[in-house]
């Protein structure tokens, strides 16, 4: 089973704190045995993105196929680790998000968490709401233009290798 699905909405406390949803939390005590994560900017949306420990320290593998000393390598690495934030649940569920991601993500009060199959984002309501009909219609909008294949023509009556 993908372990983050659907949308949940919950709010920021003063101090930067929201609970992480009970579904996201069991998937994550599921995954590895915590309620550990890595938040870090996504690269490409204003949101954060959360990962599982072991799901990110999965990232290191791809970056071992690259020369340490290239200049791909010092890129990647430094965009995937110099903002990543690793984070524990408390007791009570809830994760304190840091300043920088907070502007990154453009958060004040309320936050909507999204799975996205094996990590989840954490975004401003309103830009979540319209990410998820943008991903559909983007995704429709693919599948679409895929190019089909046509099926060889049947001729009834006709043997196969005839």
Sequence with gaps: MTPFLGQHQNRLDAKG???VPSAY???LKHLTGSSEMVLRPSF???CIEAWPVTRFNELEKSLNALD???AEYEDLSTAIYANAY???ADKDGRILLPEFLLKHAGLSDAVTFMGTGQIFQ???PAAAAARA?????KAKERQQAKPTVPAAPVIIGQAAGA
């Design 17 to 19: 704190r929201v609970s």
């Design 25 to 27: 939390r069991a998937a």
């Design 68 to 70: 340490v000393f290239s």
């Design 44 to 46: 490409t949306h204003a």
């Design 86 to 88: 690793p984070v524990e």
């Design 122 to 124: 954490i975004w401003e």
């Design 133 to 137: 009909v943008d991903a559909q219609v």
